[in-house]
């Protein structure tokens, strides 16, 4: 995460809150159990988080409450490639950077 979501984030960003830690934790554990990294000795998260430098929480969409950390994974998600464009909002879609 420190190379690719965190680079270029301000020390008040989403991503470093209680929310964005949580949603963090939870993608990398959906990550696992849908077996997209395969725990063990070389364990790599890097193909699942290429490309997550990308990623801008800016928007007000992404302020600290409840609805945000389900944002956030879908964010997450969509950048992993688990769920498709058309399955979120389209401010999802434009934090991904992907519109």
């Known amino acids: 995460m420190s190379d690719t979501l965190w680079s270029n984030k301000n020390d008040g960003d989403i991503v470093f809150r209680t ?3 949580t949603a963090q934790f939870d993608f990398l554990r959906e ?3 849908k077996k997209f990294v395969k725990l063990g000795k070389d364990l790599n998260f890097d193909i699942a ?3 997550f430098s990308g ?3 800016d928007d007000e969409y992404f302020s600290p409450r409840t609805a ?3 944002r ?3 964010v997450f998600r969509l950048k992993a490639g688990l769920i498709n464009k058309e399955e ?3 401010q999802i879609v434009e ?3 992907m519109d």
């Open 49 to 51: 988080l290429n490309g």
């Open 72 to 74: 956030l994974l879908n």
């Open 31 to 33: 990550l696992l159990l």
């Open 68 to 70: 945000t950390k389900s």
């Open 55 to 57: 990623i801008s929480f």
């Open 19 to 21: 929310i964005g830690i």
């Open 88 to 90: 979120v909002d389209s």
């Open 95 to 97: 934090a991904a950077g």
